[in-house]
């Protein structure tokens, strides 16, 4: 993917799981939880390293695995439940938000798949539907071809990013003093 579905899986997330107590936190809460939904795709560093794609710490490997993803969302959810009212629904939410990263990538239509029962299965799978075409990898995401994966992508979330993003109502309560 070109990372626009797991930004507005992680923004929806924080506006709607993450409890909040104001404004400034739930937009933390939203940019934290994006950053979490794009944590596995950390694993490029495997390119530079000379790690093959095909093996298993290779790109959409251990790190796109639902094993790491809940692992990951319980170490970061346990530390930011700290900072936000509810710390199970913040663990809830983290941990949503780095899964969905491994299963919105199944939905592509390219790659070697995504080896999301890693260390069980060294296995890579894709989703009976592949909608989303993938996307090029590094500066190949500026051509003409990655900037029409980014509008497909873009066009396939937009109802996510609308309700992450819609202005939110303000309360009418005001003082008759």
């Known amino acids: 993917m070109a990372s626009i579905g797991h930004l ?7 506006r709607y799981v993450l ?4 404004p400034m936190q739930n ?10 939904a794009l944590l596995p795709d950390a694993d490029v560093i495997a390119f530079a390293l000379r790690i093959p794609y095909a093996a298993p710490w290779g790109h959409r490997g251990a790190s796109h695995s639902l094993a790491l993803g809940v692992l990951a969302g319980l170490l970061f959810g346990m530390i930011l439940g700290r900072f936000w009212p509810s710390r199970i629904r913040t663990t809830l939410a983290a941990t949503l938000a780095v899964v969905s990263h ?17 260390p069980y299965l060294r296995r890579r799978f894709f989703a009976p539907v592949r909608p989303i075409p993938v996307a090029p990898i590094g500066l190949g995401l500026l051509s003409d071809h990655g900037l029409q994966v980014i509008l497909t992508e873009t066009l396939y979330v937009l109802p996510l990013l609308l309700l992450a993003l819609w202005p939110r109502r303000q309360s009418s309560t005001t003082s008759n003093s």
Do not use: K, N
């Open 27 to 36: 937009r933390l809460g939203m940019g934290i939880l994006a950053a979490l």
């Open 102 to 118: 491994g299963l919105l990538d199944t939905l592509t239509d390219g790659g070697l798949g995504v080896a999301l029962l890693w």
């Open 19 to 22: 409890p909040a107590a104001s």
């Open 8 to 14: 507005a899986v992680g923004l929806c997330l924080g």
